[in-house]
């Protein structure tokens, strides 16, 4: 059973291009959180998505990020017409069920190391 | 209101115990966790401990939790150079984690 799998694992994108970060959760997990991490901090949750549902974008900035969880495929995080300030990492996350109990645990993929030059 | 601390930096010598420290302010939280990252990589969920237990260990790691304090540590015995990462203490109310900006555990021979 693969572990949660992100990609690309880099990505570079010049100011204004747009970036597009996959995010495909552990086989059975129909739960994906998205989170991010500026250097030397923690993550900060972005948004909780089940299929071609978003349940939870609270964390989400209001402009130019938009996320999607579709009946088929991975989940997307889409950043338009990228900042610098923008670069971080960013980590998906899936669980099988959610909320407090057995089986709620979030696993993480690797993340996506965005740089904006 | 979520907001989780712990220390920066910590240096421990090979064989000896790291203890590392969090505290959190969401007294809802149902469970802390720890995870592990290293260079370059995601996080490894590491464990976890439910609100209504004081301890738990598992294998060379200790968790112990004081809820009145809302303070949470992890112990790592016997610690080896694979140890050195950033360790992270999360506290989780519903289905939101809020981490901590992560502890840099160093390992010196």
Redesign the interface.
């Known amino acids: 059973n693969a572990g949660v799998m992100q990609n690309p694992r880099h990505l570079v994108r010049r100011r204004g291009q747009e970036a597009r970060l996959r995010c495909s959760p552990m086989k059975g997990h129909s739960h994906v959180y998205w989170y991010r991490q500026l250097p030397e901090e923690g993550l900060k949750f972005m948004v909780y998505l089940q299929k071609e549902n978003i349940i939870d974008e609270s964390g989400m900035p209001k402009e130019r990020f938009s996320a999607e969880f579709p009946k088929e495929g991975p989940s997307i995080l889409r950043i338009q017409q990228v900042v610098r300030g923008d670069s971080a990492a960013y980590f998906c996350a899936s669980s099988l069920y959610q909320g407090a109990g057995l089986d709620t645990e979030a696993f993480f993929g690797q993340g996506t190391r965005l740089t904006v030059v | 209101g979520e907001d ?1 601390e712990q220390s920066l930096f910590l240096s421990v010598r090979e064989g000896d115990s790291s203890v590392i420290n969090c505290t959190y302010t969401d007294s809802s939280s ?2 802390l ?1 720890w ?1 592990k990252q290293e260079p370059g ?5 590491l464990t ?1 401990i439910f609100s209504n237990m004081d301890m738990k260990q598992d294998q060379r790691l200790t968790v112990l939790l004081n809820k009145k304090d809302k303070h949470l540590s992890l112990r790592i015995a016997d610690t080896q150079t694979g140890d050195s990462a950033i360790y ?1 203490c ?1 506290e ?1 109310s ?9 502890t840099t555990v160093t390992v010196r021979a």
């Open positions: 989780v149902t469970y966790y995870y990589a995601g996080l490894q969920l976890y992270f999360a989780k519903g289905y939101k984690l809020s981490f901590g900006a992560g």
